[in-house]
C-alpha cells in the first residue's frame, strides 16, 4: 500500500477565495490523481499529476479552476480557484502502485464554500 | 460511456449475516473491478481487485465478476458491526500516458446492527 497524507484535513473559505491543497507520499510514484467527492455523487477523477509534464484533464474540469503542481515524484498539489459554493465537496489524491489495479486513497480534504 | 450503476442503500442488517453488494457497468473497455471500503470521514480503503470472470476470495470476502452480463458483486460474510461502511466499486478505464482512470459507483452504505 501506501501512506498518502493530505494537508488541510477540512477548511471553510470564502467564495472568489481559493485554496490549495498539499498532499504527500510516503514513497515515490510516477502517477498521483485528484478526484473529487460530492455529496450523494460518484468519486469523480479531476486529473492526472505525473511528475515532469503537464497535468492531464478529464472532461468538465480547466486547468483554470483547479491548477496542479506535481515538483517531485512524492508531493502534488491542487489549487480550487475562484471558490463557490458548489465546489464544497471532499478532495481526495491517490497513487498508482500497479498500474491499473492498485490505487491508494489519502484521507482527504473536506472543503466547505460559504 | 464510463457510468457504473450502484444501488446506493442504505443496507441495514444483523451482526453474522452474508451482505450482497453489486454494481453494473455498460462499457467492455473496464480493464480491473475493485471495490473499496470508506469509513465515515476517512478516504476510500482497497479491499480487493479482479479482472477475468470468476470469483475472487480473502477473508470474508468474496468478489465476482461476470464480464458476460457486465455485473460485478461482493460478498460479506459472517458480516461484523466493523464492517459498517460505504462500499464502492470501482473499474479501472486505461488513459494510456496520463495513467488510469477509476470509474466509481456511487456506493452502498452498509450498517450491521449487534
Known amino acids: 500500500s501506501a501512506v498518502i497524507s493530505q494537508k488541510p484535513s477540512r477548511d471553510i473559505c470564502q467564495r472568489g477565495t481559493s485554496l490549495t491543497i498539499q498532499c504527500q507520499v510516503d514513497s515515490q510514484v510516477t502517477m498521483m490523481f485528484w478526484y473529487r467527492q460530492q455529496p450523494g455523487q460518484s468519486l469523480t477523477l479531476i486529473a492526472t499529476?505525473?511528475?515532469?509534464?503537464?497535468?492531464?484533464?478529464e472532461s468538465g474540469f480547466v486547468i483554470d479552476k483547479f491548477p496542479i503542481s506535481r515538483p517531485n515524484l512524492t508531493f502534488s498539489t491542487l489549487t480550487v480557484s475562484n471558490l463557490s459554493p458548489e465546489d464544497s465537496s471532499i478532495y481526495l489524491c491517490?497513487?498508482?502502485?500497479?498500474?491499473?489495479?492498485?490505487?491508494?486513497f489519502g484521507p482527504g480534504t473536506r472543503l466547505t464554500v460559504l | 460511456q464510463k457510468e457504473v450503476e450502484q444501488d446506493p442503500g442504505p443496507l441495514s442488517v444483523p451482526e453474522g449475516a452474508i451482505v450482497s453488494l453489486n454494481c453494473t457497468y455498460s462499457?467492455?473497455?473496464?480493464?480491473?473491478f475493485m471495490w473499496y471500503r470508506q469509513y465515515s470521514r476517512k478516504g476510500p480503503e482497497l479491499l480487493m481487485y479482479?479482472?477475468?470472470?470468476g470469483n475472487k476470495e480473502d477473508g470474508r470476502f468474496t468478489a465476482q465478476v461476470d464480464k458476460s452480463s457486465k455485473y460485478i458483486s461482493l460478498f460479506i460474510r459472517d458480516s461484523q458491526p466493523s464492517d459498517s461502511a460505504t462500499y464502492l466499486c470501482?473499474?479501472?478505464?486505461?488513459?494510456?500516458?496520463?495513467?488510469?482512470?477509476?470509474?466509481f459507483g456511487k456506493g452502498t452504505t452498509l450498517s450491521v446492527s449487534s
Open positions: 499529476a505525473n511528475q515532469g509534464s503537464e497535468a492531464t484533464y
Open positions: 470501482a473499474m479501472s478505464f486505461p488513459l494510456g500516458q496520463a495513467g488510469t482512470a477509476l470509474i
Open positions: 491517490s497513487v498508482e502502485r500497479v498500474a491499473g489495479r492498485e490505487q491508494f
Open positions: 479482479t479482472y477475468s470472470s
Open positions: 462499457n467492455s473497455a473496464f480493464q480491473y
